[in-house]
């Protein structure tokens, strides 16, 4: 899955962020906690690189709790101020200015000895494209000012968001890199349904989720598709193999068959997939640092 996903208004998005970078303090990067790395644009360090930084993890709600501690001192480490969030429910949102105000400490102190009290923080939010960012600062503003969707690229063109006195935002849209250089990358982002499902057949994603949860959660596999254990992966079993298996075995607990006996791993594999995005299986992290 080599996916090739660069279209024109992606390569004005850039130029467009690295022309008014000039006009901003704080660059604020959404990413989706549940896999930090691959819901990254690799592009934007380089981009954005001079400006204090502020990473967001959205999504927190639906990511493993201990990874998020783990992902948050792994990019702190690196230079980043971190705040978690969900902006679906809005928590952690409140304290976002307060955290853009801490990473900016120095340059407010700077300001106000030029005399420059009260000056708003300039802040810009990017993130890849579904990453929630646009619900995120409609929760910020406490305002519908960003136009928000359940589809990759609903965000078209730049927009400023007075939020208070101390603190504007510059919305952007969604930018993806030219393209996924391994498959990993895009089928995380395909799991959480940032990039279309299109992409992949359905059932493959199911597959390779399957067998990746199977690995990393399978409590909640046997919880969630009242198994009573799950079937043991094979020496050199890869994950398509294995994870049709754990389909079968959950569509099998579901009831779900199709003519001829055999059981529908692919309305399963859909099934899956809605309920790990809706986080009816539990929170979940699918990446790890290295």
């Keep these: 899955m ?14 467009q962020i690295e022309a008014d970078l000039k006009n901003v303090d704080i660059v604020a990067e959404i990413i989706d906690a549940r896999i930090p790395v691959s819901s990254r644009n690799p592009d934007i360090d380089a981009i954005c690189a001079g400006k204090p930084r502020l990473i967001v993890l959205n999504r927190a ?13 792994w990019f702190r480490a690196r230079g980043y101020a971190v705040l978690e969030t969900d902006a679906r429910t809005g928590r952690g949102v409140d304290r976002f200015s307060a955290a853009v105000q801490g990473a900016l400490k120095e340059q407010i102190a700077r300001w106000r000895e030029r005399g420059q009290v009260g000056r708003p923080v300039r802040a810009m939010v990017v993130g890849v494209p579904n990453v929630g960012k646009s619900t995120f600062i409609n929760k910020v503003a406490k305002k519908k000012s960003a136009r928000a969707g359940d589809r990759p690229g609903v965000t078209r ?22 393209k996924f250089e391994d498959e990993r990358t895009g089928m995380d982002l395909a799991f959480t349904g940032a990039v279309k499902d299109e992409i992949m057949d359905a059932e493959t994603l199911g597959c390779h989720l399957m067998a990746l949860m199977g690995e990393r959660y399978p409590q909640a596999l046997l919880d969630g598709y009242k198994l009573k254990e799950l079937p043991a ?18 569509a099998q607990r ?11 791993t692919e309305r399963m594999a859909k099934v899956l997939l809605d309920e790990y995005r809706g986080g009816k299986l539990g929170r979940f992290t699918l990446e790890l640092p290295e």
């Design 233 to 250: 992966r094979e020496d050199g079993e890869n994950d398509v193999a294995y994870g049709y298996r754990l389909l079968e075995a959950c």
């Design 61 to 73: 709600d639906q990511a493993d709790p201990a990874q998020n501690r783990v992902w948050g001192d």
């Design 157 to 178: 063109g730049k927009q400023w968001v007075h939020v208070d006195q101390m603190l504007d935002l510059l919305d952007t849209p969604g930018i993806l890199w030219p």
């Design 2 to 15: 080599n996916i090739q996903w660069y279209p024109g208004h992606m390569t004005k998005t850039r130029r």
């Design 254 to 264: 579901r009831g779900m068959k199709i003519s001829g006996g055999e059981w529908d």
